[in-house]
């Protein structure tokens, strides 16, 4: 039997002291990375949930200029307002003021349909400057909020082929509500369409598109190429299934292009696929990859026709992706509205806080 001696006693407590703190170091130091990728990966989310607000809102802005012209592809494409209504440089539209109208009851935590149809109504009765004629006629023979639903299918069963675009116009908000629930999302994007636009394909658009922008804010990630296409497709199964292999063939139709081919698109369908096609179609800058939001936007005007609401579906999406960080600055100094008309202006940085307020309500 070996003796232990004092000294063989005490240098076996250090080493095992030395290895319990470097084992507390590890662990110590393993979290503390874990919570700083946790915090860098929040931040990056929040980015990119404000930047589907605020690409949207700038699309909506720079196609503001062009609304109705099928401008040339020699022609500078830049945020200077003009157009029928005499838009002022970066003002919004129509597009983002029906967007914030949705914007404003889930930054309170909530999706009440009858709240948001509440905005709705005292948007229209202000007397916009610029409205859809679908939503005109809906929004106008509504004398409450409950009853919007129900006079907006009364529309179509009057209209059977009538679906414009200005449900999905303003979806772009709609996946802040429930960002890691892809059912509720969709229920919520169809019911929200349904206020003024009830024909399936009005609805289908909108639960698509409201999906895919779910899909950019959760899993897109830096440096890596994100497949717009399949963020489409995978909302498939959450649309009505007689719906589901006709909406197939139209992505099918709007990937393979050209964008041009969407012209006219005051239709839910051609705006969808002209806002898709824009997207897909623009190659994305091997220098800076960011930049492809500002020149599919650019692409999305050029298309023609209902420029402001063609890029504004574009700039929800490609905001979704690319992150607030990637609009222009000349484009964020002038990107301003109002809720209705003749309210309080609202500049693009109040814009970006109700983002924020909706994403964390």
């Not at 492809?292 to 905001?319: C, F, K, P, Q």
Request: charged share 20%; hydrophobic share 45%; glycine share 10%.
């Amino acid at each position: 039997m070996t003796d232990i001696t004092i000294t063989d006693f005490v240098g076996s407590a250090w080493w095992l002291i030395g290895g319990a703190l470097l084992l507390g170091f590890i662990v110590q130091t393993v979290q503390q990375r874990r919570a700083r990728m946790a915090g860098e990966r929040s931040r990056a989310v929040s980015d990119r949930a404000t930047g589907a607000v605020l690409g949207s809102a700038a699309g909506d802005a720079l196609g503001a200029g062009y609304e109705f012209t099928n401008p040339g592809p020699d022609r500078e494409i830049a945020m200077k307002g003009g157009g029928g209504f005499g838009w002022a440089p970066g003002e919004w539209t129509d597009d983002t003021q029906m967007a914030v109208a949705i914007l404003d009851v889930i930054a309170t935590g909530s999706s009440d349909l009858d709240a948001i149809a509440s905005n709705f109504l005292a948007w229209y009765e202000a007397g916009p400057a610029d409205v859809g004629n679908q939503t005109s006629s809906v929004l106008g023979s509504a004398a409450i909020p409950e009853d919007l639903a129900v006079v907006a299918v009364a529309f179509m069963d009057a209209n059977p082929g009538a679906a414009g675009n200005g449900a999905l116009m303003r979806t772009g908000p709609v996946a802040l509500a429930a960002l890691d629930d892809r059912t509720e999302i969709a229920g919520l994007a169809g019911s929200i369409a349904s206020l003024t636009h009830a024909h399936p394909d009005s609805v289908a658009a909108c639960v698509l598109w409201s999906l895919a922008i779910q899909e950019a804010i959760t899993t897109a990630e830096p440096g890596q190429a994100f497949d717009w296409e399949a963020a489409v497709r995978n909302g498939l199964e959450h649309v009505a299934e007689d719906r589901q292999e006709k909406w197939d063939a139209l992505i099918t139709e709007a990937v393979t292009g050209p964008p041009g081919l969407f012209n006219p698109n005051g239709w839910v369908v051609t705006a969808f696929q002209a806002a898709l096609s824009a997207i897909i179609n623009t190659p994305v800058p091997a220098e800076q990859p960011s930049d492809h939001l500002r020149d599919a936007l650019v692409a999305a005007v050029r298309i023609g026709h209902d420029t402001d609401t063609v890029a504004a579906i574009a700039g929800a999406l490609l905001g979704a992706r690319w992150g607030a960080g990637a609009i222009p600055d000349e484009w964020n100094t002038l990107i301003h509205g109002d809720r209705r008309r003749d309210s309080e202006p609202v500049p693009g940085t109040e814009l970006e806080q109700l983002a924020r307020k909706a994403l964390n309500a």
